[in-house]
C-alpha cells in the first residue's frame, strides 16, 4: 500500500469516526433483532452486505417474521428510500468520475455518508476520489461489523429487547433537527410532519406510513418550485 492510500485512508477514516459510533451502536441493535426474531448472524451479515438500508433493516425483521408479501415489500422499500433519489442526484456527476467505484457509491449513499461527502474537504495530496471511496466503504463495514456483533451478542446473551428498535426513530429525530437547522425553508419538513400525523389519525399506527409517504412525496413535488424560489430569496 503506497503513502498516498494511506494518507487517504488516515483522513478517510478521521471523517468517517462520528459515523462509526452511530453505526456499530445501530447495527447491533439491528443485529439482536435479526437474532431474536430466529436469524442468526449470518443473516445479519449478507443482509448488511447487500440491503445496506439502515431503517429500512428494521422493517424488514418485521417482513421476515410476518411474512410480508413481496409486492408489499417492493413497495415500502421504495418508498422508505425514496428519498435517497433526490439528494442522490446531486452526487451522480461526481461519483461517474470515479470509474468502477460508481456502481458502488450509488450503493453505499446512507444519509449519513452524504453528509459527510457533503462537507468534505480534501487536504492536498490526497485524491478526493480515492477518499469519498475509503468513506463510503469504512461507513458500510461499521453497519456490517455492528450488525453481526449484534447477532452474536443476541445469540450468547439472552434478555429483553423491547424498545431497542427506537434507537432507529432515535437517529431519524436527530437527523431532522439537524436538516431543521441548515435548511434554508421548512416547508419539506412541514409537509412530512403534516402528512404524517394526518394518516396515523385517519388510518392508525398500523397502517399510515405508506399513504402518508406517497402524498408526502406528491406535495413535495408539486410545491418544488415554490420551495427553490423560496431558497433562492433567502439566499
Not at 433537527?177 to 435548511?183: M, P, T, Y
Request: hydrophobic share 55%.
Amino acid at each position: 500500500m503506497n503513502k498516498a492510500i494511506i494518507k487517504a485512508l488516515k483522513f478517510a477514516f478521521i471523517q468517517s469516526v462520528p459515523v462509526l459510533f452511530g453505526y456499530v451502536f445501530l447495527g447491533t441493535a439491528f443485529g439482536i433483532l435479526l437474532q431474536k426474531a430466529g436469524y442468526n448472524y449470518i443473516w445479519a451479515l449478507f443482509t448488511s452486505l447487500t440491503v445496506y438500508a439502515g431503517s429500512l433493516q428494521f422493517v424488514l425483521v418485521s417482513f421476515l417474521s410476518l411474512g410480508t408479501a413481496l409486492t408489499t415489500v417492493a413497495l415500502m422499500t421504495l418508498f422508505i428510500n425514496s428519498r435517497h433519489i433526490f439528494y442522490g442526484l446531486s452526487f451522480i456527476e461526481k461519483f461517474k468520475k470515479m470509474g468502477k467505484a460508481y456502481p458502488y457509491m450509488v450503493f453505499s449513499l446512507t444519509d449519513e455518508t452524504y453528509s459527510v461527502l457533503c462537507s468534505l474537504k480534501v487536504p492536498d495530496g490526497v485524491s478526493k476520489n480515492t477518499v469519498m471511496f475509503l468513506i463510503a466503504l469504512l461507513n458500510h463495514g461499521y453497519w456490517v461489523a455492528g450488525s453481526v456483533l449484534g447477532a452474536l451478542i443476541g445469540q450468547i446473551i439472552p434478555f429483553d429487547v423491547t424498545g431497542i428498535d427506537f434507537s432507529m426513530t432515535a437517529l431519524f429525530v436527530v437527523i431532522f433537527l439537524e436538516q431543521w437547522k441548515v435548511s434554508k425553508t421548512h416547508i419539506p419538513a412541514l409537509i412530512g410532519i403534516t402528512s404524517g400525523i394526518f394518516f396515523l389519525v385517519i388510518f392508525g399506527p398500523d397502517n399510515f406510513l405508506l399513504p402518508s409517504l406517497i402524498t408526502t412525496v406528491i406535495l413535495l413535488t408539486f410545491c418544488k418550485p415554490f420551495v427553490k424560489l423560496q431558497e433562492d430569496e433567502i439566499s
